[in-house]
């Protein structure tokens, strides 16, 4: 099988990855998949079962973890699994494409330990802890409660940046999404 690359989203939510994620799909010389991961949470908005995640029962996430059929999962906030089933990464590379993952800091640095050559990882900085509150308020999808939850973890994420192989800074998102294609667009045509 043709095992394309691997590039990882990572940031902190609200910090404009998913945005930047959907520019670079729509891009077709970058041959780019989106990795549909496993979520044991209920869809937000307009999201689809089989587009935006496979939206799960906690009771099936917890028997896929069991047969070891995860190539990573996080339960990213308290009773809310994420994972990328290794299928799905299989399903992408039959396709003969590159997969590109929207996952949390956790997931990605996983990945791109599992695959330290065929990967690269991504950190999205949003401009201040400030700023993501705001988008998160505006985005206006969640309660109180779970916005706090996110802008809590915000700060234990942003100090694994470094960790990452590059770090965009999304102070101005045009110049975010023109940053991120051309890093991708080398990354993709490497050897
Ligand atoms: P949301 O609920 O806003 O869609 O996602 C919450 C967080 O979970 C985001 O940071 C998102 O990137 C992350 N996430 C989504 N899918 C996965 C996954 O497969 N694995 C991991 N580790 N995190 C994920």
């Not at 988008?135 to 234990?156: G, H, P």
């Not at 590059?166 to 993709?188: G, P, R, S, W």
């Amino acid at each position: 099988m043709n095992k394309g690359k691997l590039i990882v989203f990572s940031a902190p939510s609200g910090s404009g990855k998913t945005t930047i994620v959907k520019h670079l799909l729509g891009k077709e010389d970058l041959n780019l998949e989106f990795s549909i991961s496993a979520a044991s949470r209920d869809p937000r908005g307009e999201e689809e079962h089989g587009k935006d995640y496979y939206f799960i029962s906690l009771e099936q996430f917890k028997k896929h973890i069991k047969a070891e059929e995860f190539l990573e999962w996080e339960e990213v906030y308290r009773d809310n699994f994420y994972g990328t089933l290794k299928a799905e990464i299989e399903r992408i590379w039959a396709l003969g494409k590159n997969v590109i993952f929207d996952i949390d800091v956790a997931g990605g640095l996983r990945i791109k330990h599992k695959f330290p050559e065929q990967t690269l990882a991504v950190f999205v900085k949003p401009p201040s802890v400030d700023e993501l509150k705001r988008r998160l308020k505006q985005r206006s999808t969640e309660s109180d409660d779970k916005i706090n939850m996110r802008i809590a973890k915000a700060s234990v994420e942003l100090a694994t940046a470094p960790q990452f192989d590059t770090i965009i800074k999304n102070y101005d998102l045009d110049t975010a999404k023109e940053e991120a294609y051309q890093l991708v667009k080398d990354f993709v045509s490497k050897k």
